[in-house]
Nanobody
């Protein structure tokens, strides 16, 4: 089993900043890509940002220039620095990772419980 511990969500005013962190633990041999999704009421889950094991990144067009994703491979963590937040960024943010479970090549995709981000004045 794999567990994600997510932190950093909360209430922030428009234009403000938050930093989300996610630490993975459990049956982990290694982690490939790690990323953050978000889901707002009435909308489908959306990929916000993803980072590869080598540090390559991709972002949703709506957050480019405002969000920065990073990771610490030694600690199996991924973070999302969110700047210039807008009300439309309000959503539950969910940590996700592609995980290698053992040395024989078993892989899978795991999800966190999510953390609420609310951008409002």
């Amino acid at each position: 089993q794999v567990q994600f511990v997510e932190s950093g969500g909360g209430l922030v005013q428009p234009g403000g900043s938050l930093r989300l962190s996610c630490a993975a633990s459990g049956s982990i041999f290694s982690i490939y890509a790690m990323g953050w999704y978000r889901q707002a009421p009435g909308k489908q889950r959306e990929l916000v940002a993803v980072i590869s094991s080598g540090g390559g990144t991709r972002y949703a067009d709506s957050v480019k220039g405002r969000f920065t994703i990073s990771r610490d491979n030694a600690k199996n963590t991924v973070s999302l620095q969110m700047n210039s937040l807008k009300p439309e960024d309000t959503a539950v943010y969910i940590c996700n990772a592609d995980i290698r479970y053992n040395a024989l090549g078993g892989v899978g995709n795991s999800w966190g419980q999510g953390t609420q981000v609310t951008v409002s004045s």
